[in-house]
């Protein structure tokens, strides 16, 4: 939310720098995400001047020559826009300004002399708007720097969910003061504004659901004449990042800015009448209630909305006129020849706005205002301030009194105010005087032991509360640190500790460790023909994400998947919770540890029984002893003739299968890919030597980003002395390129047919460049490189 | 030829298929070039608009009802064959596989998760605190993770495009349980079954509806929780200055900002030193020299009301952090889609 530096200066008294105020916000209220000044520093060589002539330029006709006055002198400047006139106000670049969009120099414009430049509103940084040159306030004094009328800093602040009261400059000011210490400047006559409102106007209001709507106050104000609002107003706008649009939006747009609640104002010709007895026989009649599937409403912006069912809308005797909180709609929009007004400030539920939002998919700054909790209190105030604005600024005069309906309380509420505690709690060294100073200044009143708390807080109730404003404003950072002296007596169970160990082992044995997702696809539960599972999303983030896992099998293979399309074996593990129904009253899941394991690319029968040594290894480090039974009924996803169920203590703990044929073609996984999954939590109470520390691995790894490119494979095959160590190889053939980026060892073969005391070693080969895809004629001069490193160090031959 | 007298053909010659040659040939003999149902559809082009649609639309409902079974018997084919070759590459677990072909210890390591290491090194932070660490639900009740913490009905994050809810197939209106969304909800479940004094941290995994660029829908937290009489603001600084040097480093200082949690009261933000640059200014910390790491705050009496907990006499402090930023930010992996993407390229740098 964008806050104008210059406005909460105007509001409270401080001496900081956009930076310092900022810095001290964020420690002390609410976080300032960016510092921006508003205009650029050119606006101080950009002045008010006044238009004394228009003519025609002799040899373009889309451009004229103006006689323009700065004050000091006239003149001459040369103008493409259609939309001047003499007497107008607008802002003149002086020779030397340097706008963001070229210096501006004396210069002939199709052989005339010109002198500077008339500006458009985008052109001074200011807004977006571009339709003709801006055209200032006539009251504006001639050579006056725009910097001294437009310049300014703005805020954007994050306001966080409890405090919708500080969406706005008044209740940020009083935050300032309380920081500095000093007390905000309320407008003059705050006093006269009233808090009860009887109902005296010709407005009839009727809410038809008080949890959407608590409270709905209007007014409506006679004999407005449209037009622009003051440049101060229009300033304020714009530095807020609003756009002036005409006097009676202008001040609904402002008052929000200033007090905090949304206003609307609506046409009253456009709003039908019913017929009632009393002062006003006839009333505009409003209804706030809940829409019906199917009602439709072109909102301001011009968008056709076809509203869904339930969404807040405020309506006449038929039709909706407004989504209430979000954007007016068109039929009762102000325009030029709109002189009665009603104007609208009402309290709306966060809820429904955020609902209104969603289903729309818009947002204003009014529904962003009201997505936070407000107080209702901020509805009588926007009123009041809005219909006084009203008749000041667009010379209005009040029909009757405000109406309203709903209902609020002006209870205060009450908080124990006890300083020792606070002063406790906080662990502050804060005086009882300074805590008092800080509530008062922030609104709150201090009678003896009882605070009363501002109606605009709807977040202070409790003494902690009260201690949160005195710690916060005082500084949190100011607590005084104390040494912890609660002693327990840690029992952290063991499967975390075995689980850490666990990892640790596995990884020494080389297998390598993988974190997937607990939310299946049922895409990937499918491929893999996995499919039971007992819990699932009902609000997925699409229609496939949906399955809480119960294996950890399918993530384990579709991350196989994925790397298979670069490398030609792996293995990895990963151990992680499967999600089961639970089985105890108070527990909401049964969360159980699995231990999967996974080897790729070993030929025949080798897969199953390296998975198998691994899971042996595994076991016998924790003095485990599993046994394994050749599965008889293997399932679908199992290769029929490899698989087995893993058994511990006589019961049967998970299985270990390499994958089957078809589930293998279904992933793309071209070499074979065994799979175990086995219950963790069956045998960590047995598991022995867990030690009970917790400990990391040391680890400085700076990240090193890895090429995303096609990979190409070539094989190799060389005839080498029989003692040549086959790691020495690789190292070597991993230095020839940078771009040679693996290289593994498939085949190591002793016969006398490559010659006495020979042998033959293959090779695969990875080649792959960081910033393209290899070409094969490159691919084949790596490898070429490679055979001729191997000749020269290892004295190898290419094997025909 | 008619259609149902086409469909019948292939039924009966289906029925007779014996091996997975006679199914090709049979594909070619309805469904190739000059196939029997081919010749209708292309056939099509001489008749009526009328009857277009009638025969048309019959004869690719039979094409359809063809393509599938074949498919379905193809299947049983493939299924048939492998059913042979798992008879002939049976293997018997239990048989022993020659030395030369496992070695242990192996050529090359294995690597650990970069988010694992971080969490053992969480955990013996704390534990070197003497905090016990404790596992908590992933999939809680509604009531856990919000309601006990505060978090009324109103409440943004209570919208449901924020938490995961988990279908329950007899009451499809019941929101009863969900995807934790924060370790936070571990904090009254444990209060309600533990004696005071309380001290243990909570690491796991979390879930929101987001996933973009900077976001995962599973990630990690851990969550700090200590109750116990007298408990003050200055004990949670002195306990996250001790931590956090012990987990970033000596020279790590923090600062503690005002904030809201509804679950804490007065609930702050937690910036610390910025990792990278050491305080002095960088990309990472936008120039502050902090960076933004933890929620914390003295927990709310309400919470404490809802672990059963006096809570005038006695009082708390809880804090929490997400776990992928802390790992990006010391290993400078420029993407969280990295951590969970497992490609092997990144994970052998661990």
């Given at each position: 939310?964008k806050?104008?530096?210059?406005?909460?200066?105007?509001?409270?008294?401080?001496?900081?720098?956009?930076?310092?105020?900022?810095?001290?916000?964020?420690?002390?209220s609410?976080?300032?995400?960016?510092?921006?000044?508003?205009?650029?520093?050119?606006l101080?060589?950009?002045?008010?001047?006044?238009?004394l002539?228009?003519?025609?330029?002799?040899?373009?006709?889309?451009?004229?020559?103006?006689?323009?006055?700065?004050?000091s002198?006239?003149?001459?400047?040369?103008?493409?826009?259609?939309?001047?006139?003499?007497?107008?106000?607008?802002?003149?670049?002086l020779?030397?300004?340097?706008?963001?969009?070229?210096?501006?120099?004396?210069?002939?414009?199709?052989?005339?002399?010109?002198?500077g430049?008339?500006?458009a509103?985008d052109?001074?940084?200011?807004?977006?708007?571009?339709?003709?040159?801006?055209?200032?306030?006539?009251?504006?004094?001639?050579?006056?720097?725009?910097?001294?009328?437009?310049?300014?800093?703005?805020?954007?602040?994050?306001?966080?969910?409890?405090?919708?009261?500080?969406?706005?400059?008044?209740?940020?000011?009083?935050?300032?003061?309380?920081?500095?210490?000093?007390?905000?400047?309320?407008?003059?006559?705050?006093?006269n504004?009233?808090?009860?409102?009887?109902?005296?106007?010709?407005?009839?209001?009727?809410i038809?659901n008080?949890?959407?709507?608590?409270?709905?106050?209007?007014?409506?104000?006679?004999?407005?004449?449209?037009?622009?609002?003051?440049?101060?107003?229009?300033?304020?706008?714009?530095?807020?990042?609003?756009?002036?649009?005409n006097?009676?939006?202008?001040?609904?747009?402002?008052?929000?800015?200033?007090?905090?609640?949304?206003?609307?104002?609506?046409?009253?010709?456009?709003?039908?009448?019913?017929?009632?007895?009393?002062?006003?026989?006839k009333k505009?009649?409003?209804?706030?209630?809940?829409?019906?599937k199917?009602?439709?409403?072109?909102?301001?912006?011009?968008?056709?909305?076809?509203?869904?069912?339930?969404?807040?809308?405020?309506?006449?005797?038929?039709?909706?006129?407004?989504?209430?909180?979000?954007?007016?709609?068109e039929?009762?929009?102000?325009?030029?020849?709109?002189?009665?007004v009603?104007?609208?400030?009402?309290?709306?539920?966060?809820?429904?706005?955020?609902?209104?939002?969603?289903?729309l998919?818009?947002?204003?700054?009014?529904?962003?205002?009201?997505?936070?909790?407000?107080?209702?209190?901020?509805?009588?105030?926007?009123?009041?301030r809005?219909?006084?604005?009203?008749?000041?600024?667009?010379?209005?005069?009040?029909?009757?009194g405000?109406?309203?309906?709903?209902?609020?309380?002006?209870?205060?509420?009450?908080?124990?105010?006890?300083?020792?505690?606070?002063?406790?709690?906080?662990?502050?060294d804060?005086?009882?005087?300074?805590?008092?100073?800080?509530?008062?200044?922030?609104g709150?009143?201090?009678?003896?032991?009882?605070?009363?708390?501002?109606?605009?807080?709807?977040?202070?109730?409790?003494?902690?509360?009260?201690?949160?404003?005195?710690?916060?404003?005082?500084?949190?950072?100011?607590?005084?640190?104390?040494?912890?002296?609660?002693?327990?007596?840690?029992?952290?169970?063991?499967?975390?500790?075995?689980?850490?160990?666990?990892?640790?082992?596995?990884?020494?044995?080389?297998?390598?460790?993988?974190?997937?997702?607990?939310?299946?696809?049922?895409?990937?539960?499918?491929?893999?023909?996995?499919?039971?599972?007992?819990?699932?999303?009902?609000?997925?983030?699409?229609?496939?994400?949906?399955?809480?896992?119960?294996?950890?099998v399918?993530?384990?293979?579709?991350?196989?998947?994925n790397?298979?399309k670069?490398?030609?074996?792996?293995?990895?593990?990963?151990?992680?919770?499967?999600?089961?129904?639970?089985?105890?009253e108070?527990?909401?899941?049964?969360?159980?540890?699995?231990?999967?394991?996974?080897?790729?690319?070993?030929?025949?029968?080798?897969?199953?029984?390296?998975?198998?040594?691994?899971?042996?290894?595994?076991?016998?480090?924790?003095?485990?002893?599993?046994?394994?039974?050749?599965?008889?009924?293997?399932?679908?996803?199992?290769h029929?003739?490899?698989?087995?169920?893993?058994?511990?203590k006589?019961?049967?703990?998970?299985?270990?299968?390499?994958?089957?044929?078809?589930?293998?073609?279904?992933?793309?996984l071209?070499?074979?890919?065994?799979?175990?999954?086995?219950?963790?939590?069956?045998?960590?109470?047995?598991?022995?030597?867990?030690?009970n520390?917790?400990?990391?691995?040391?680890?400085?790894?700076?990240?090193?980003?890895?090429?995303?490119?096609?990979v190409?494979?070539?094989?190799?095959?060389?005839?080498?002395?029989?003692?040549?160590?086959?790691?020495?190889?690789i190292?070597?053939?991993?230095?020839?390129?940078?771009?040679?980026v693996?290289?593994?060892?498939?085949?190591?073969?002793?016969?006398?047919?490559?010659?006495?005391?020979?042998?033959?070693?293959?090779?695969?080969?990875?080649?792959?460049?960081?910033?393209?895809?290899?070409?094969?004629?490159?691919?084949?001069?790596?490898?070429d490189?490679?055979?001729?490193?191997?000749?020269?160090?290892?004295?190898?031959e290419?094997?025909? | 030829?008619?259609?149902?007298?086409?469909?019948?053909?292939?039924?009966?010659?289906?029925?007779?298929?014996?091996?997975?040659?006679?199914?090709?040939?049979?594909?070619?003999?309805?469904?190739?070039?000059?196939?029997?149902?081919?010749?209708?559809?292309?056939?099509?082009?001489?008749?009526?608009?009328?009857?277009?649609?009638?025969?048309g639309?019959?004869?690719?409902?039979?094409?359809?009802?063809?393509?599938?079974?074949?498919?379905?018997?193809?299947l049983?084919?493939?299924?048939?064959?492998?059913?042979?070759?798992g008879?002939?590459?049976?293997?018997?677990?239990?048989?022993?596989?020659?030395?030369?072909r496992?070695?242990?210890?192996?050529?090359?390591?294995?690597?650990?998760?970069?988010?694992?290491?971080f969490?053992?090194?969480i955990?013996?932070?704390?534990e070197?605190?003497?905090?016990?660490?404790?596992?908590?639900?992933?999939?809680?009740?509604?009531?856990?993770?919000?309601?006990?913490?505060?978090?009324?009905?109103?409440?943004?994050?209570?919208?449901?495009?924020?938490?995961?809810?988990?279908?329950?197939?007899?009451?499809?209106?019941?929101?009863?349980?969900?995807?934790?969304?924060?370790?936070?909800?571990?904090?009254?479940?444990?209060?309600?079954?533990?004696?005071?004094?309380?001290k243990?941290?909570?690491?796991?995994?979390?879930?929101?509806?987001?996933?973009?660029?900077?976001?995962?829908?599973?990630?990690?937290?851990?969550?700090?929780?200590?109750?116990?009489?007298?408990?003050?603001?200055?004990?949670?600084?002195?306990?996250?200055?001790?931590?956090?040097?012990?987990?970033?480093?000596?020279?790590?200082?923090?600062?503690?900002?005002?904030?809201?949690?509804?679950?804490?009261?007065?609930?702050?933000?937690?910036?610390?030193?910025?990792?990278?640059?050491?305080?002095?200014?960088?990309?990472?910390?936008?120039?502050?020299?902090?960076?933004?790491?933890?929620?914390?705050?003295?927990?709310?009496?309400?919470?404490?009301?809802?672990?059963?907990?006096?809570?005038?006499?006695?009082?708390?402090?809880?804090?929490?952090?997400?776990v992928?930023?802390?790992?990006?930010?010391?290993?400078?992996?420029?993407?969280?889609?990295?951590?969970?993407?497992?490609?092997?390229?990144?994970?052998?740098?661990?």
């Amino acid at each position: 939310m964008k806050f104008s530096y210059n406005w909460l200066k105007q509001l409270v008294d401080f001496n900081k720098t956009p930076q310092e105020l900022a810095d001290d916000l964020s420690c002390k209220s609410i976080e300032i995400e960016n510092i921006e000044k508003f205009g650029g520093d050119f606006l101080d060589t950009i002045v008010v001047g006044q238009i004394l002539e228009i003519n025609k330029h002799p040899n373009a006709d889309k451009l004229q020559i103006t006689k323009t006055d700065i004050g000091s002198q006239t003149l001459q400047i040369v103008c493409g826009a259609p939309n001047i006139a003499v007497g107008q106000k607008v802002p003149v670049a002086l020779i030397g300004t340097k706008l963001p969009m070229g210096e501006i120099k004396q210069a002939k414009i199709r052989d005339i002399e010109s002198f500077g430049m008339l500006c458009a509103q985008d052109e001074l940084g200011i807004g977006n708007d571009h339709t003709g040159i801006m055209i200032l306030d006539p009251d504006l004094p001639l050579g006056k720097k725009l910097s001294e009328i437009y310049g300014d800093w703005v805020l954007d602040g994050n306001i966080l969910s409890n405090r919708g009261d500080l969406q706005n400059h008044m209740q940020l000011a009083r935050e300032i003061g309380a920081i500095y210490g000093k007390e905000i400047k309320e407008i003059q006559n705050i006093e006269n504004w009233k808090l009860e409102i009887e109902n005296s106007g010709p407005v009839d209001v009727q809410i038809n659901n008080l949890e959407a709507c608590p409270l709905y106050t209007a007014q409506a104000i006679k004999g407005i004449k449209i037009g622009p609002s003051p440049t101060w107003m229009q300033q304020k706008l714009l530095a807020c990042g609003m756009k002036p649009i005409n006097n009676v939006v202008d001040i609904t747009n402002y008052v929000m800015l200033e007090y905090g609640n949304p206003l609307h104002a609506f046409d009253a010709k456009k709003i039908p009448t019913i017929e009632t007895q009393g002062n006003y026989p006839k009333k505009h009649q409003i209804v706030v209630r809940l829409s019906k599937k199917g009602e439709v409403i072109r909102t301001l912006d011009g968008q056709d909305h076809e509203l869904p069912e339930e969404l807040l809308v405020i309506a006449d005797h038929e039709k909706p006129i407004a989504v209430a909180g979000v954007m007016g709609g068109e039929n009762s929009e102000i325009d030029e020849t709109t002189s009665i007004v009603i104007l609208e400030s009402a309290n709306f539920n966060q809820k429904y706005i955020r609902k209104s939002q969603r289903e729309l998919g818009l947002a204003t700054e009014a529904s962003s205002r009201f997505a936070k909790d407000l107080s209702p209190y901020l509805a009588f105030q926007c009123l009041q301030r809005a219909a006084e604005l009203l008749v000041e600024l667009a010379s209005g005069e009040l029909i009757g009194g405000p109406v309203k309906a709903g209902a609020f309380s002006f209870e205060k509420r009450i908080v124990k105010f006890d300083y020792e505690k606070i002063r406790n709690y906080l662990s502050m060294d804060i005086s009882k005087e300074e805590s008092i100073k800080i509530l008062k200044n922030l609104g709150f009143e201090i009678d003896g032991n009882d605070i009363s708390v501002p109606l605009w807080r709807k977040d202070v109730g409790i003494w902690q509360d009260i201690a949160e404003e005195v710690g916060r404003i005082y500084g949190l950072d100011r607590s005084k640190e104390h040494e912890l002296s609660i002693q327990i007596e840690p029992k952290t169970e063991k499967a975390l500790y075995f689980e850490q160990s666990a990892k640790k082992y596995l990884a020494s044995l080389g297998l390598t460790e993988i974190y997937t997702l607990s939310i299946l696809s049922s895409e990937t539960a499918e491929k893999s023909k996995i499919l039971g599972h007992y819990f699932e999303i009902s609000n997925p983030m699409n229609e496939y994400d949906y399955i809480m896992r119960s294996s950890l099998v399918p993530g384990l293979l579709a991350v196989a998947s994925n790397n298979a399309k670069k490398f030609e074996r792996f293995s990895f593990f990963e151990l992680s919770k499967i999600y089961l129904p639970s089985d105890k009253e108070e527990a909401p899941s049964r969360e159980n540890r699995m231990l999967s394991l996974l080897v790729y690319g070993e030929k025949n029968e080798d897969g199953i029984l390296i998975l198998k040594n691994y899971i042996d290894h595994f076991a016998g480090a924790y003095g485990l002893n599993f046994q394994y039974e050749n599965d008889a009924k293997p399932k679908e996803f199992m290769h029929p003739g490899r698989c087995a169920k893993v058994i511990y203590k006589e019961e049967v703990i998970g299985n270990i299968f390499e994958v089957h044929p078809i589930v293998s073609e279904n992933l793309d996984l071209k070499n074979r890919c065994c799979v175990a999954e086995i219950n963790f939590e069956a045998f960590v109470d047995d598991a022995l030597d867990v030690e009970n520390r917790f400990a990391e691995e040391p680890s400085e790894v700076i990240y090193k980003e890895f090429s995303r490119f096609e990979v190409s494979k070539r094989d190799i095959a060389v005839v080498v002395d029989v003692g040549t160590n086959t790691i020495d190889i690789i190292k070597e053939i991993k230095n020839t390129d940078e771009k040679v980026v693996g290289a593994e060892l498939f085949d190591e073969y002793v016969s006398d047919k490559f010659g006495a005391g020979k042998k033959s070693v293959a090779y695969h080969l990875t080649f792959q460049a960081s910033d393209r895809t290899l070409n094969d004629t490159e691919a084949n001069e790596l490898f070429d490189k490679v055979l001729k490193i191997l000749s020269n160090k290892f004295n190898a031959e290419l094997r025909r | 030829m008619d259609l149902e007298e086409i469909k019948q053909q292939f039924i009966d010659a289906l029925s007779k298929v014996g091996s997975e040659k006679d199914l090709a040939e049979l594909e070619v003999e309805f469904l190739g070039r000059k196939g029997k149902l081919t010749t209708v559809l292309k056939g099509l082009s001489d008749l009526t608009i009328v009857e277009k649609k009638r025969i048309g639309g019959a004869a690719n409902e039979l094409k359809e009802f063809i393509a599938e079974e074949f498919r379905i018997k193809n299947l049983e084919f493939r299924m048939k064959k492998w059913e042979l070759i798992g008879e002939q590459e049976k293997q018997d677990i239990n048989s022993i596989i020659p030395d030369s072909r496992f070695q242990i210890p192996p050529s090359t390591l294995g690597h650990i998760h970069p988010i694992s290491n971080f969490l053992f090194k969480i955990n013996r932070v704390f534990e070197e605190m003497e905090y016990e660490v404790v596992d908590g639900y992933e999939i809680e009740t509604d009531y856990y993770n919000f309601t006990a913490l505060g978090t009324h009905l109103d409440h943004p994050a209570r919208d449901e495009q924020d938490t995961f809810y988990i279908k329950d197939l007899e009451h499809p209106d019941k929101k009863d349980l969900l995807l934790r969304t924060q370790t936070s909800a571990m904090q009254v479940r444990y209060m309600k079954k533990h004696p005071l004094p309380i001290k243990i941290i909570i690491p796991g995994k979390t879930y929101r509806r987001d996933n973009d660029a900077t976001h995962s829908p599973m990630f990690h937290q851990f969550e700090g929780l200590v109750v116990g009489e007298g408990i003050t603001l200055g004990d949670l600084k002195s306990t996250l200055m001790i931590a956090m040097k012990k987990l970033l480093g000596e020279n790590t200082k923090i600062r503690f900002r005002s904030s809201y949690f509804p679950f804490v009261e007065p609930g702050l933000e937690v910036d610390v030193t910025c990792a990278i640059c050491k305080g002095s200014g960088c990309n990472v910390c936008k120039n502050t020299g902090w960076l933004e790491l933890l929620g914390a705050g003295m927990v709310h009496p309400d919470v404490l009301k809802a672990g059963g907990i006096d809570s005038e006499k006695y009082s708390g402090f809880a804090f929490g952090t997400g776990v992928e930023r802390m790992v990006m930010v010391k290993h400078a992996i420029p993407s969280l889609k990295l951590l969970y993407e497992n490609d092997i390229r990144f994970l052998e740098q661990f």
